[in-house]
Nanobody
Framework: EVQLVESGGGLVQPGGSLRLSCAASGFTFDDYALGWFRQVPGRDREGVACLTTADDNTYYPVSAKGRFTISSDKFKNMWYLQMNSLKPEDTGVYYC???????????????WGQGTQVTVSS
C-alpha cells in the first residue's frame, strides 16, 4: 500500500523560506512522477512543482518558477519542496503526490498525502 506523509509546513513571513518533505512507502520511484500541489479554499488544486524520476525533468508554473525547487532522494524514499521568497499568495495546504504521468495536474496523480498547511503572513 502506498503511503505519503508531508511535513515542514508552518507560519513564515513574506520573503522567508520553508522546506517541505514527503516521506513515501510502498512503491519504488522508477517510472513515477513526483509532485507538490497547493489547495486554496474556493480554488482548484494547483501543481506547484513536479518531477519525473526517469530523467529528473522538472516542471514549475510561472507563479513558482525561480522560487520553488523540487528534489528527490531515492535512497531515503523522500522528496522535497524548497520554497524561497515566499509571498502571501503562496498560502495554502500543500500536498505531495505520485502518479504515472508526466503532466503536473491533479487528475494525473493517484496517491496523495494528508497535506501540510503553509501560511505566509506578517
Amino acid at each position: 500500500e502506498v503511503q505519503l506523509v508531508e511535513s515542514g509546513g508552518g507560519l513564515v513571513q513574506p520573503g522567508g523560506s520553508l522546506r517541505l518533505s514527503c516521506a513515501a512507502s510502498g512503491f519504488t520511484f522508477d517510472d513515477y512522477a513526483l509532485g507538490w500541489f497547493r489547495q486554496v479554499p474556493g480554488r482548484d488544486r494547483e501543481g506547484v512543482a513536479c518531477l519525473t524520476t526517469a530523467d529528473d525533468n522538472t516542471y514549475y508554473p510561472v507563479s513558482a518558477k525561480g522560487r520553488f525547487t523540487i528534489s528527490s532522494d531515492k535512497f531515503k524514499n523522500m522528496w522535497y519542496l524548497q520554497m524561497n521568497s515566499l509571498k502571501p499568495e503562496d498560502t495554502g495546504v500543500y500536498y505531495c503526490a505520485t502518479g504515472p504521468s508526466i503532466w503536473c495536474i491533479p487528475d494525473e496523480y493517484d496517491n496523495w498525502g494528508q497535506g501540510t498547511q503553509v501560511t505566509v503572513s506578517s
